[in-house]
């Protein structure tokens, strides 16, 4: 039972990463150094990462070892339309029944993006991102709807295809953008949730591709 919570916990901590964007496309996880890590043993680190392999979060190499899975400009325009059908539905069943508990709790992520990105802790910033976008789902009550947005394992991009560096720089838009659709919830005004919701994926994708 122990190192099931301990594989749990590792394959937590590293879907978490991968989806946030804090480990890039095509990277190399090693059982060893994530043992140590999450100071847990590697046959815990080993389950982690044959589950994420089976949910093709992960690849195999020629040689073995396990990649994080790469994207190309298909996969990131596919990403943002499954992301846009399936979180704009949420906006509309999250407008009809939110209550002020969730509205508290989106304002509380929101601030801890804010202050996260202003100290330059981004990690935590990208961390917060999802969580935002995964309460947003849970706002919406319908436990099939937040299933399959949790299987489908979406990546919230922060990094720009093809490089290098792990970060980008829209943190003030992103912050904008997530204000604004929380205000729009709170107004019961579910044309400007929609449309800032698309506006934010837009503008993430393109930014994205912008190689």
């Known amino acids: 039972m122990k190192n099931d919570s301990f594989a749990k916990k590792a394959y937590s901590e590293i879907r978490k990463k991968i989806l946030s964007g804090q480990i890039l496309p095509n990277t190399r996880l090693k059982e060893d150094a994530w043992a140590q890590k999450l100071e847990i043993g590697r046959m815990s680190i080993r389950e982690a990462l044959t589950r994420l392999l089976g949910e093709g979060l992960l690849v195999e190499g020629e ?12 996969d990131v325009e596919e990403i943002r339309s499954l992301r846009q059908i399936l979180e704009i539905g949420a906006l509309e069943l999250s407008v009809q029944r939110i209550n002020d508990l969730e509205l508290s709790v989106l304002d509380q992520i929101c601030d801890d993006f804010t202050n996260m990105s202003q100290q330059g802790y981004l990690a935590g910033a990208c961390e917060a991102d999802i969580k935002f976008h995964e309460t947003l789902l849970e706002c919406s009550g319908n436990s099939k709807l937040i299933s399959i947005y949790r299987m489908s394992h979406i990546p919230l991009f922060h990094a720009k295809l093809g490089k290098t560096a792990i970060f980008m720089d829209d943190y003030k838009e992103t912050d904008a953008e997530h204000r604004m659709i929380v205000k729009a919830i709170k107004n019961k005004d579910l044309n400007l949730a929609k449309k800032t919701m698309i506006q934010h994926f837009k503008r993430g994708s393109t930014a994205v591709l912008d190689l």
């Open 63 to 74: 040689k073995g070892g396990y990649f994080v899975a790469g994207l190309t400009m298909e």
